[in-house]
């Protein structure tokens, strides 16, 4: 589908653009020799995982309704009433993890069964709630229009726009984008942890609008926006990729507290006359290494694509990226019933093909299940193929370097079990699942990384 007819030329450009798979995108060949563009660097990600509403929201306002199979979430019926975006703005939120002038954004219409229009997009720094500061709203173009159909199935990248980011810690680009006409459904990702927001159905296009009066709806979810990079020439990206606890379930709301963030921080702290280093989050909720599937009454389709199949997009396909921190696999065991070997046998192809680009791979133990009431999680069994897990990556040599995640949360006066501390909700109170560590225990987690190791291999 054309956006516009200037010329055969300049709607081959278009095509190409829209219709080019994400992976080719972002491989676009850039030189490194003096005077040449600075390369580009993943500096955010939010990891496609199916159509709205099917996955495990956070937070979310609204009355619970299907999800999936044995699943509800808390639907957004007020705004999307009829689960799509209907001639209106949605102003997303994102957290870059670097400085930078030039910026690129990646809109998705990956699970969408039809063409999605965005009639406008813009980006700007946010100030306080959907406010914007004011002369820092810029236009999205896509080879040079304002406008783009992305068709299903697709992506498509944006040209470069200039917003000056001067702290990474405390600034937060939001992404406005107007979808005109009806979206169908809706790619996104389920559990941001952050607050975003949506206009009225038909309430037409805000994308330029400062004051944030025109959405009135909030959303702890991502629609339709999946990356951000930054053109930088002296950065190096890490990919935190995982599952709901690489995600930040039991964090809390806006705090930037899982463990990515704290690894993040971390790295700030050492980066004077350093590389900077960028942590990008490719995690998604209920994910599994393997195709092994939730066992019968389970939600797959909640669980967005496994490790497997989204490696390439979510973390090969990346500018920049010097390696991976790979926290998976208690889904297979407690939620699909999976073994060790199975586990192990999906380790080894990711292993086996992110060193055959040249990337490093951290692997991270699994933290403790014992108590969890659903699935399999919490059962001895399942604590014992857990076990096994980990001391594959503690011990095999296959993995370049270790997070030892389950020494530092499980409970050495209960073995298999979380410690108490960590045990919690901090994003809605009350008592924990027995699954999720809270807070503490993501300030712990992102304290047994080793940072110098992972600057040694991003040098």
Not at 338 to 345: P, S
Not at 351 to 365: E, F, S, Y
Request: charged share 20%; proline share 7%.
């Amino acid at each position: 589908m054309r956006v516009t007819r200037p010329s055969r030329a300049v709607t081959a450009a278009v095509a190409w653009v829209v219709l080019a798979p994400a992976a080719a995108i972002a491989h676009e060949p850039i030189a490194h020799t003096t005077g040449s563009p600075a390369p580009w660097t993943a500096a955010w990600a939010g990891s496609a995982q199916g159509v709205y509403p099917a996955g495990y929201s956070v937070a979310q306002p609204g009355t619970p309704g299907p999800a999936g199979p044995g699943n509800t979430a808390p639907l957004l019926s007020a705004a999307l009433p009829d689960d799509q975006a209907r001639n209106q703005t949605l102003r997303l939120i994102v957290d870059p993890s670097v400085t930078g002038t030039s910026w690129r954004i990646r809109l998705t219409n990956e699970y969408g069964t039809r063409p999605v229009t965005f009639g406008r997009a813009y980006a700007g720094l946010q100030s306080s709630g959907g406010n914007l500061t004011p002369g820092t709203n810029r236009a999205l173009t896509f080879d040079g229009h304002g406008s783009v159909t992305v068709p299903k199935g697709r992506t498509v990248l944006s040209d470069p726009v200039p917003i000056r980011v001067t702290d990474a810690g405390s600034q937060r680009l939001a992404v406005s984008v107007f979808v005109a006409g009806v979206s169908g459904p809706m790619t996104w990702h389920a559990a941001a942890f952050t607050t975003s927001y949506l206009s009225d159905p038909n309430a037409g296009d805000h994308t330029a609008d400062i004051a944030d009066t025109a959405f009135p709806h909030s959303t702890t979810s991502w629609f339709f926006v999946s990356e951000v990079q930054a053109q930088r020439r002296d950065t190096a990206t890490v990919v935190a990729f995982g599952d709901s606890i690489t995600d930040g379930f039991f964090s809390t709301i806006n705090g930037a507290d899982r463990w990515p963030d704290v690894l993040q921080r971390r790295l700030d702290a050492r980066a004077q006359g350093r590389r900077p280093i960028s942590v990008v989050t490719e995690a998604i909720g209920g994910n599994m290494v393997t195709r092994i599937g939730r066992t019968p009454g389970g939600c797959t389709p909640c669980d967005g694509p496994p490790a497997l199949d989204r490696l390439d997009r979510d973390v090969l396909a990346k500018p920049g990226v010097r390696a991976v921190i790979l926290l998976e696999g208690i889904n297979d065991l407690g939620g699909g019933g999976a073994t060790a070997e199975q586990v192990i046998a999906g380790y080894r192809e990711v292993i086996r093909r992110v060193h055959a680009r040249g990337i490093k791979i951290v692997g991270a133990t699994l933290t403790p299940s014992a108590g969890t009431a659903f699935g399999l999680y919490g059962t001895p069994e399942t604590d014992a193929e857990r076990r096994a897990v980990n001391t594959f990556i503690r011990t095999s040599g296959l993995f370049d370097g270790v997070a030892d995640f389950s020494a530092v949360t499980e409970d050495p006066a209960r073995p298999g079990h979380l410690r108490p501390e960590f045990d919690t909700n901090s994003s809605a109170g009350g008592a924990g699942d027995h699954l999720h560590p809270n807070r503490a225990g993501f300030l712990a987690m992102g304290a047994a990384v080793d940072v110098a190791q992972l600057e040694r291999f991003t040098r």
